[in-house]
């Protein structure tokens, strides 16, 4: 395989810590899972299991794709729906009918102050 | 271009808002766990580690013998980490770290993992021909050295103590540390030797 893309990996320590994300959304949804699981809602081995059938389903789903294409977030955020809506913290109908109504909002208007159009 | 949200980012948002709905969440309780990913555990954790086993033969023992102790009264804890066992390098044996199943990482002292780490070529393939694949990383390994991959789990995790490369003599354990990589602790990388 030629597409590692490790190069500009190799930053000086100092700045190995960088944030691997790649869009805001991404940070945003490890910050959520990482936190439940702080506070003991679920525990990360509990997760993990999710994460491993997401990443495997997408896997299947996916066979002969560039591994530029790997949407290990996309993973990510199907395991923790999964986990939420089986620990009945969301359930998935719930969740899609949030999804709708955020959808639903006029282009840029994803802030919470009033607008008069 | 549209401003409109991904479909990710629309449901990643109603997750948060549905959770803080419930009171299971707030959104200062996600700020505080990527500030503390982003701010207060790096890399720069494990290079510490490293940088004192290169100088203190009697802490490598240690670090060797027993990291999970060694981080916690670092108080590298708060991360992913259960049980960390750290892999010295020789001449004659290299260490790399994988999660094959996921993405299992020693977070306390790593920080966030890597984007390739996730990717499913580099799980399969550093277990298959860890040679070809270290290569094409840019770390070309004599053929007389052994090549040992680690399988990283949810309750352990792996993390490699390189060789210290020639020319580092005179260099103190601060000095030390900064030259010490991410990379080269997950075993995909050999430290340079300092212009």
């Known amino acids: ?117 | 271009m549209s401003d409109q949200p991904s479909p990710q980012s629309l449901r990643t948002e109603a997750i948060e808002t549905l959770l803080i709905e419930k009171k299971l969440l707030t959104s200062a309780d996600v700020d505080t766990v990527l500030t503390t990913f982003s701010e207060q555990v790096g890399p720069m954790n494990g290079a510490k580690l490293v940088a004192r086993a290169w100088v203190d033969e009697g802490f490598k023992a240690r670090l060797l013998e027993d990291a999970t102790t060694i981080i916690a009264e670092y108080g590298f804890e708060g991360g992913q980490v259960d049980k960390l066992i750290v892999k010295a390098c020789s001449e004659s044996v290299h260490h790399v770290v994988v999660c094959t199943l996921c993405s299992c990482y020693p977070w306390a002292v790593l920080g966030l993992p890597p984007r390739w780490y996730k990717d499913p070529g580099y799980r399969s393939r550093i277990v298959r021909e860890p040679r070809k694949v270290l290569t094409e990383m840019g770390l070309t390994l004599p053929e007389t050295t052994d090549i040992k991959v680690w399988d990283s789990s949810a309750e352990i995790r792996y993390m490699v103590l390189p060789l210290r490369p020639a020319g580092t003599e005179a260099l103190d354990e601060t000095a030390l540390a900064e030259l010490i990589t991410r990379d080269a602790m997950i075993g995909v990388a050999a430290i340079e030797t300092p212009s």
């Open chain 1, 1 to 117: 395989m030629s597409d590692l893309r490790l190069h500009g990996d190799t930053a000086p320590p100092m700045r190995n810590g960088e944030m691997v994300f790649e869009a805001p959304w991404q940070n945003r949804l490890f910050g959520i899972a990482e936190a439940m699981c702080q506070q003991g809602y679920f525990d990360r081995n509990t997760f993990r299991v999710y994460l491993i059938r997401a990443i495997a389903q997408w896997e299947a789903e996916n066979l002969g794709q560039p591994d530029h294409d790997y949407a290990y977030f996309d993973c990510f955020q199907v395991a923790l729906a999964e986990l939420l809506h089986d620990t009945a913290a969301i359930e998935a109908s719930v969740l899609e009918d949030r999804v709708l109504e955020l959808k639903a909002r006029p282009h840029g208007h994803d802030h919470d102050h009033d607008h008069d159009h």
